[in-house]
């Protein structure tokens, strides 16, 4: 399982279950959010990656996050 921003990168290589990012600096995480948004959105990144990781897949997958998770 790969948690990325470059998801292109991330299919050509095979990797079998791809989760995006935010950004190059902060892939996980946003030092514009408050403290307690940050929280809540690195946890459901994490909820969705422990998703991925209990989805059985046969070719390269991404699993989008959550769009409010993206606010």
């Known amino acids: 399982m790969l948690l ?3 998801i292109s990168i991330a299919e050509r290589v095979g990797a079998p279950r791809i989760v995006p990012t935010r950004g190059i600096p902060y ?3 946003d030092p514009s959010l408050t ?4 929280k809540a959105w690195r946890r459901r990144l994490l909820d969705r990656a422990l ?3 209990a989805t059985t897949v046969h070719q390269p997958t991404v699993f989008e ?6 606010a």
């Open 4 to 6: 990325c921003n470059l």
């Open 27 to 29: 892939p996980t995480g």
């Open 35 to 38: 403290p307690e948004a940050e």
């Open 51 to 53: 998703e991925a990781l």
């Open 65 to 70: 996050v959550p769009e409010e998770a993206r």
